[in-house]
Each structure stands twice: as C-alpha cells, then as structure tokens.
C-alpha cells in the first residue's frame, strides 16, 4: 500500500516538474530554431568555436552526413576517453597516484560514457583521477547529452519541414545544446548543490578520527560539478562508487527531491518543444500524457511493492525486530536518509529515463520491485527517458502506433501530416528491434558460457535476473545496475560495451534516415479521414503500442527471473 508521505511525495514532484517543462520548452524550440536571446549573448563564443572547428554554420547537413559526423564525433570520444584511462598515471590531477586503468576496463568505460549508459564495473574514489573524472567523464556526460538531443531534434525538423533536403547542421546542432542549454542548467545546479553540501575541491583525500576513535579516509574531488551534469544529462555515473547514496553526492532530501527533478526536466521539456516546433502544441502534450501515465503506474507499482515488504520475516520464529522492520516495509538496500518511499520514486524515475544513478541497492528489492525498473528498461526507456533519446524513441512507436491504426481502417498512415509508407516501416523495425536482440542475445550468451557464469555469486532466477538486468540496462543506455554480478571482467566489459554501442547507435541511425525521408516529403493536408493524434484515443493507442510491442519480447525471460523469484518468496522459499 502507497503511505500518505508517498503519495504526496509523487504528486508534488509531477506538480514541480509540470510547471518547470513548458517554460524550458520553449526555450529549447527557440535556441535549437535560432531565436533565442541566448544565442546573441553567446555568438562571440560560438564564432570562436565554429573558427576553431572549420564549421561554416550556414552549411547543411542531409541525414547520412548527419549520421556519419556524429558517429565520428563519438568515436573519437571513445578514443580520448579510453587514453586519458591508460595513461592517468602519469597525468597531473591526481593526488592519490590512481593506477592506470585496465585495458578492458577502459574500453568499458570509454563506451559507456559516449554513450551516455554510464554503466561503471569500477569505483569511482579508487580508480579515476581528478583529471580523469572531469576531463573525461564530466565532458562525455555533456557531449553524450547534446548526442541525444541533436538527434531528436532532427527527427522532429523531419516532421516539421516539407520538400527539405537536409536536416540541420550537427556540428552547429552540439555547440548550442551544449552551450545555451546543458551549461547553463548545470551551472546553476551545481551552485545549489555545493549550497547543500556537495563538495567541490581538488584536495587530497582526508585522513578523519571517527567517533569511535578509528582512522578513516574520506575522498574529495571535484563532485558537485560532475554531479549536476550527471543528473541534467540523465548520465548517472556517480563520482563515488555509493553514486547518489553517498552524502557528498546526495546529502539531504532537498537535494535527492532536486536530483530526482533533474532527471526528468529535460525530457520532459522536450515533448513541449517538439508541440512547437511542428506548430501543434497538443501533439507534444498528448506525447508527455502517455508517459506519465506509463510512470505514474510504474512509480506506484515500485513503492507499494517495496512497503509491502517481504513475507518471510513475518513467519513465526523470527526475531521481533526484524519482523517490525519489514512490517514497515523492505528497508533492505535503502538509504537511511530517504526510506522507502523516495528510493522506490528514485528507482522508477532513474530507469524510466537514461540514467543510471540510485539512492538505493535495486538487488534488494522485492523480485516484483525490481522487476518494475527492469521492465522500465525494455520498455525501450521512451517513458520520459534520456535526453533526446526518450523523445524519439516514443516518437518511433507513435509512427507504429499510427500504421497499426492505418491497418485497422485500411488507410495509408499519416502522422503529423506525413505519409508513412515502407522506407519508414522499416527503419521503425530496426530500431524497435535492435534492442531486445542486443539484451536477449548478450543474457543468453552470458548464462551459457563459463565466463558468464563465474561472474554470477546469487543461484537460481535472482541470478539470472542480474544478468538480464545488467543486458538490459547495457543494451537500452540506463547505465544502472542490479549488482551481485561481479562485472568488471574481461567479459563482461567487451560483451557490454558493444551491447551499449549498438544499443546506442544502431537506433540512432535509423532514425536520422527516417527524419531525412520525412523532411522530403510533402505535408499533406488534414481530412475528416486523418486520425487525430493528440486526444486521449491517440495516447490510449501509443500506451498500448509501447507496451505491447516494447514489453512482449522479455515476457519469457521476465517469467524465468523475477516472476518465478516471486511466487517462491511467497511460497516460502
């Protein structure tokens, strides 16, 4: 059951989060239109960065010059990334002499981080420098970000433009996400953060005497600047190994209130912007009506499991305090700081969107609380999701959900006044479908071979739900993790990044051609024919869409892991 202070907790953040996204909407259509009062403040700056880049930006792009710039822009930040790693060592910014970082460890985590996953088999406070964590990780946290959010605004001109031959300029498209948008809110956001208590310094790490007269070291580092951007950008790789756990990421609930905000501003305000740029507001309202409601039924299905807590503390014979602590829910796992309520909010709004960071250990869930951020997860991570890649992942099944209603009635498709036909379809296909081979394929080759295996330390179906759970959050960039599955191995670090690389990048692709095929074609005229897709029918149809064609692949797996580990925790196994 969902306790008062939940509830509460769950409608006064939609009620912030729904004031904040129209304003940041609009803002957004207009930086990315080239309106904004911003870009005249800024154009000094830019001019300095085009002059240094070679960019002409009144030069256009069609979708393969698009797709192509920014797969080299990403590879080569795997590159920079991967170096920085091996080489640390000898680098300065790095007090505690952090050892250079393995060759597959590397690789991981240069994949991870262009890719906005942020998946990490390594500690933060034990294995990057100061260097590393700001010039390598914090910079990828923006520019995976501005990946994500160029993307989809391509997507969106494809509807919005008619007869068009390009789709924008990309190069042009990164420099004013990252520097009208990602940068300002992060600044700001660092500023409240170091005001609450996130430290920000480049000392050494301290030496302290607990109360218990016991020595301990506490790392320092530069936190608060990494932090905001992990958060803005829905990146989630926590400068300490604890994430946003820790109380110099995450001190108090103003702060994890504010964290949990972050997540979903951007997002959020996207749908906003995508209704103005295409010259109907309501498309992008009903867009951000079906996820909250994916979310809001997620957000309660996550919290009421975790209070319900688990049922064989209660059998007779247990110790009476352990039965009163599970009488007020599963605290196992939970930050003491903010309870149940807030982790299992934390843990919905992380996994609906790409972000990997967490208040709280998800291998201690209840089996149905944990399945509700797995299934977030497969969804597709369209339920609000990362920045730019929610959008357009929805957007995707909103083209499917269109040709599915064309069939029912026995009309070509439309959406947004463009035809859908085949070329459409099947790029549609490919970047529904690509997901699910990459987590199916990688858990079925993971619990097959000996490598898989050893890596596994939990027998049975809460085993083989850390496996699909890590594939899982690989293949759709979140970047979480279950836990319990020792991962930083050779082969897990190999098998993972290419399941994030492809996961990132072989949906991104075809969505680019499918906004290049639509901004060619011509707008069609609305008849008493065309479905509206802006009213409740249309959001009821995009729900079920989602659901139904995200959820259905991982039904069978779902029933091997968590679904199985519940029915044996209630019948008392």
């Given at each position: 059951m969902?306790?008062?202070?939940?509830?509460?907790?769950?409608?006064?953040?939609?009620?912030?989060?729904?004031?904040?996204?129209?304003?940041?909407?609009?803002?957004?259509?207009?930086?990315?239109e080239?309106?904004?009062?911003?870009?005249?403040?800024?154009?000094?700056?830019?001019?300095?960065?085009?002059?240094?880049?070679?960019?002409?930006?009144?030069?256009?792009?069609?979708?393969?010059?698009?797709?192509?710039?920014?797969?080299?822009?990403?590879?080569?930040?795997?590159?920079?990334?991967?170096?920085?790693?091996?080489?640390?060592?000898?680098?300065?910014?790095?007090?505690?002499?952090?050892?250079?970082?393995?060759?597959?460890s590397?690789?991981?985590?240069a994949?991870?981080?262009?890719?906005?996953?942020?998946w990490?088999?390594?500690a933060?406070?034990?294995?990057?420098?100061?260097?590393?964590?700001?010039?390598a990780?914090?910079?990828?946290n923006?520019?995976?970000a501005?990946?994500?959010?160029?993307?989809?605004?391509?997507?969106?001109?494809?509807?919005?433009?008619?007869?068009?031959?390009?789709?924008?300029?990309?190069w042009?498209?990164?420099?004013?996400?990252?520097?009208y948008?990602?940068?300002?809110?992060?600044?700001?956001?660092?500023?409240?953060?170091?005001?609450?208590?996130?430290?920000?310094?480049?000392?050494?790490?301290?030496?302290?005497?607990?109360?218990?007269?016991?020595?301990?070291?506490?790392?320092?580092?530069?936190?608060?600047?990494?932090?905001?951007?992990?958060m803005?950008?829905?990146?989630?790789g926590?400068?300490?190994?604890?994430?946003s756990?820790?109380?110099?990421?995450?001190?108090?609930?103003?702060?994890?209130?504010?964290?949990m905000?972050?997540i979903?501003?951007?997002?959020?305000?996207?749908?906003?912007a995508f209704g103005?740029?295409?010259?109907?507001?309501?498309?992008?309202?009903?867009?951000?009506?079906?996820?909250?409601?994916?979310?809001?039924v997620?957000?309660?299905a996550?919290?009421?499991f975790?209070?319900?807590?688990?049922?064989?503390?209660?059998?007779?014979?247990?110790?009476?305090?352990?039965?009163?602590i599970?009488?007020?829910?599963?605290?196992?796992?939970?930050?003491?700081?903010?309870?149940?309520?807030?982790?299992?909010?934390?843990?919905?709004?992380?996994?609906?969107a790409?972000?990997?960071?967490?208040?709280?250990?998800?291998?201690?869930?209840?089996?149905?609380?944990g399945?509700?951020?797995?299934?977030?997860?497969?969804?597709?991570?369209?339920?609000?999701?990362?920045?730019?890649?929610?959008?357009?992942?929805?957007?995707?099944?909103?083209?499917?959900?269109?040709?599915?209603?064309?069939?029912?009635?026995?009309?070509?498709?439309e959406?947004?006044?463009?035809?859908?036909e085949?070329?459409?379809?099947?790029?549609?296909?490919i970047?529904?479908?690509?997901?699910?081979?990459?987590?199916?394929?990688?858990?079925?080759?993971?619990?097959?071979?000996?490598s898989?295996?050893?890596?596994?330390?939990?027998?049975?179906?809460?085993?083989?739900?850390?496996?699909?759970?890590?594939f899982?959050?690989?293949?759709?960039?979140?970047?979480?993790?279950?836990?319990?599955?020792?991962?930083?191995?050779?082969?897990?670090?190999?098998?993972?990044?290419?399941?994030?690389?492809?996961?990132?990048?072989?949906?991104?692709?075809?969505?680019?051609?499918?906004a290049?095929?639509?901004?060619?074609?011509?707008?069609?005229?609305?008849?008493?024919?065309?479905?509206?897709?802006?009213?409740?029918?249309?959001v009821?149809l995009?729900?079920?869409?989602?659901?139904?064609i995200?959820?259905?692949?991982?039904?069978?797996?779902?029933?091997?892991?968590?679904?199985?580990?519940?029915l044996?925790?209630?019948?008392?196994?």
């Amino acid at each position: 059951m969902m306790t008062p202070h939940a509830w509460l907790l769950l409608g006064l953040y939609l009620l912030v989060l729904f004031v904040l996204v129209k304003p940041l909407g609009i803002y957004i259509a207009n930086v990315v239109e080239g309106r904004s009062w911003a870009l005249r403040l800024g154009s000094p700056i830019e001019a300095v960065i085009y002059r240094l880049g070679g960019v002409r930006k009144e030069s256009k792009m069609g979708w393969l010059q698009y797709a192509l710039a920014l797969l080299l822009f990403n590879a080569l930040g795997v590159f920079a990334v991967y170096a920085l790693q091996r080489l640390q060592l000898w680098l300065p910014l790095n007090p505690q002499q952090m050892a250079n970082v393995s060759p597959d460890s590397a690789f991981n985590t240069a994949v991870s981080f262009v890719t906005n996953t942020n998946w990490q088999g390594y500690a933060g406070e034990t294995t990057m420098s100061y260097l590393t964590q700001m010039l390598a990780l914090t910079v990828q946290n923006f520019l995976s970000a501005a990946t994500g959010i160029v993307v989809v605004i391509a997507l969106i001109r494809g509807f919005a433009r008619h007869t068009a031959q390009d789709i924008g300029n990309v190069w042009v498209d990164l420099t004013r996400v990252t520097l009208y948008v990602l940068l300002p809110l992060s600044l700001v956001f660092a500023v409240f953060l170091m005001s609450q208590g996130v430290i920000q310094n480049l000392a050494a790490y301290q030496d302290v005497t607990t109360l218990e007269n016991a020595t301990q070291t506490l790392a320092m580092g530069p936190v608060a600047s990494q932090e905001a951007i992990k958060m803005v950008g829905t990146n989630g790789g926590g400068f300490f190994n604890a994430n946003s756990a820790h109380p110099f990421e995450n001190p108090t609930p103003l702060t994890n209130f504010f964290q949990m905000l972050a997540i979903f501003l951007i997002p959020g305000a996207l749908c906003h912007a995508f209704g103005r740029m295409v010259g109907d507001i309501r498309q992008g309202w009903a867009v951000l009506a079906a996820m909250t409601i994916i979310f809001v039924v997620a957000a309660v299905a996550t919290i009421a499991f975790e209070q319900q807590g688990n049922p064989l503390f209660a059998a007779a014979g247990v110790d009476q305090t352990a039965s009163a602590i599970q009488a007020g829910g599963n605290m196992e796992g939970k930050e003491t700081r903010f309870g149940i309520a807030d982790s299992g909010l934390f843990a919905a709004i992380t996994t609906a969107a790409s972000c990997g960071a967490v208040i709280a250990m998800h291998d201690s869930f209840t089996p149905l609380g944990g399945m509700v951020p797995l299934v977030m997860m497969q969804l597709g991570e369209v339920v609000f999701g990362g920045v730019g890649s929610g959008l357009y992942g929805m957007l995707v099944f909103a083209i499917m959900a269109v040709f599915i209603a064309g069939l029912m009635i026995g009309r070509t498709p439309e959406y947004l006044g463009k035809k859908i036909e085949a070329y459409e379809m099947k790029m549609t296909s490919i970047a529904i479908l690509v997901t699910p081979l990459l987590v199916l394929g990688g858990t079925a080759v993971a619990v097959m071979t000996a490598s898989g295996q050893a890596g596994i330390f939990n027998p049975g179906p809460h085993g083989f739900s850390e496996v699909l759970y890590a594939f899982t959050s690989a293949g759709n960039n979140n970047g979480s993790a279950f836990a319990g599955l020792s991962a930083n191995t050779p082969f897990y670090n190999v098998l993972l990044a290419i399941a994030m690389w492809f996961g990132r990048f072989a949906v991104i692709v075809p969505v680019l051609a499918m906004a290049g095929s639509l901004a060619a074609k011509k707008r069609l005229a609305t008849t008493a024919g065309t479905l509206p897709t802006h009213g409740p029918l249309f959001v009821t149809l995009l729900i079920g869409t989602v659901l139904l064609i995200g959820l259905l692949n991982y039904v069978p797996a779902l029933a091997l892991g968590p679904v199985v580990e519940h029915l044996m925790l209630w019948a008392g196994h």
